[in-house]
């Protein structure tokens, strides 16, 4: 079966999201975004999520880690904890 890693930013509104985006598209470092932003407790690890399967976090959530390429910020990216950026970090299948 697939599993995924993959580390995101947690943010209360969408603005604040792309906001964030276009700093990660500069080359602002993600962990320490993740670190300063993120509101996910997971924010104190740069928004490290570790390995996991399909069906294991929210449907709009798994949508972009299994299909996403590696490496590459996604979002915003709406689901009922918030808006958020993603990074897929590795992909087994």
Do not use: N, W
């Not at 964030?20 to 320490?32: E, H, I, N, R, T």
């Not at 300063?36 to 740069?46: D, I, Q, V, Y």
């Not at 069906?55 to 490496?71: C, H, L, R, Y």
């Amino acid at each position: 079966m697939a599993s995924a890693a993959a580390r995101h930013i947690l943010v209360e509104t969408e603005r604040k999201c792309a906001d964030l985006k276009k700093k990660l598209d500069k080359g602002v470092d993600f962990s320490k975004m993740a670190k300063a932003h993120s509101k996910c407790p997971s924010g104190k690890k740069g928004g490290a999520l570790g390995m996991f399967k399909p069906g294991q976090m929210v449907k709009e959530f798994d949508a972009v880690v299994f299909s996403a390429p590696i490496g590459v910020v996604q979002g915003p990216i709406k689901t009922q904890f918030g808006y958020h950026l993603v990074e897929v970090t590795k992909r087994v299948d």
